[in-house]
């Protein structure tokens, strides 16, 4: 990996990157649009190409149970297999122990699976999920976390320490299987929503940077506050070195995107984007937009005038949208585009917001923004606030 700071802004934190892996360069912050099953849902490679993507993320345990690792290691590796050119980072499987919990048991050696599909036990070690992860021949893999699927409480500080000791056996594994040069390791911060244990988490990792290519903040996202939220994220990146990329894990709501960014990360995934848009809902600059409603029947704009998408550009009316969205396919995959779009470039544009959540307005203050200044905009008070948009889902 080639990592090279560009720009920093000059009231907050966030900057701008260059880094270089070994199938494309992609420019940082970043949004990594989710190919749970080695494809955007709806899309081919080369209309994800066509977007500006330059970055996706593959799931490691869906990909281990189908296709499987034999078939990836036949194919020359997932970029071969699903006709992917640019760069990838492969999650470890480490989210799977929440979201897959009723199905697993986790262990110091690693965690047991029963598969969703056959019920057959699966065990997923530190070194298997990387030998995973080598096989489908990921730019960017991620160790194995133990996430726990509490926010505090001891389950909290024993997935922390259990993280620090599953990464030391992830490099170990790493730098022995000879594929070093070629994938680059990230380390994962772990620690809840306690600062004292992010703190420990983050200096144990730190004493081992020149072991890892950059840092994930995970273990977020799960129902927190947001005032207690984007705390995390500002403790965890203030603390992260300058010289290694910083990816805030599982974030995909705009307002989070821009607060993280402004924070100094560089990037993020989500899979709301893309799911959202089979449900009919549109990305917009003024909020989301559900076209299944039937007030756009007869709307014949544009899904967004500002998005430069093909969706939007080639005149695709709403009514249209809304005419075959329960029918045809092509409804979701119109909406999938402009979504990836919308979400890839909202920090070339902006939003117009109607009301700011209090904990936006306290997080940006942070790094010297006052979303106050100036202007007569409501707040709403509480962390868990979200936007309030004028054409709401």
Known sequence: MEFTPIAKCSVTNARVARMVLAHAETTLPTFMPVATQAAIKGLTAEQVESLGVTLILNNT???????????????????????????????????????????????????????????????????ESISIQHAIGADIIMQLDDVGNLLQGPRVQEAMERSIRWLDRCIQHHESSGNKDKQNLFAIVQGGLDPNLRDECLDAMLERKDRVAGYAIGGLSGGEEKDVFWKIIKQCADKLPEDRPRYA??????????????????????????????????????????????????????????????TCRDGTSRAFINHIITHETAAAHALTIHNIIISAHFLLDTLEIVVYPEWCVNA?????????????????????????YSDAA
């Open 61 to 127: 345990y869906h990909l281990s149970l189908r296709p499987g690792v034999d078939i990836l290691k036949e194919a020359g590796g997932a970029h071969k297999f699903e006709g992917w050119r640019h760069n990838m980072l492969t999650d470890s499987g480490g989210f799977q122990l929440v979201s897959l919990s009723k199905f697993t048991t986790i262990t110091e050696e690693g965690a047991l699976f029963s598969s969703p599909f056959d019920g057959e036990p699966t065990m997923l070690t530190p070194e």
């Open 249 to 310: 894990m599982g974030i995909g709501f705009a307002e989070d995107l821009l607060v993280c960014v402004a924070l100094g990360i560089d990037m993020a995934d989500c899979v709301f984007p893309t799911r959202t848009a089979r449900f009919g809902v549109a990305l917009t600059h003024t909020g989301p937009l559900n076209l299944r409603l039937t007030k756009h029947a007869k709307d014949f704009n544009p899904i967004d005038k500002a998005c430069p998408c093909p």
């Open 364 to 388: 940006l203050r942070s790094v010297g923004v006052d979303l106050l200044e100036n202007m007569d905009v409501p707040v709403v008070p509480g962390g868990g606030a979200k936007w309030e």
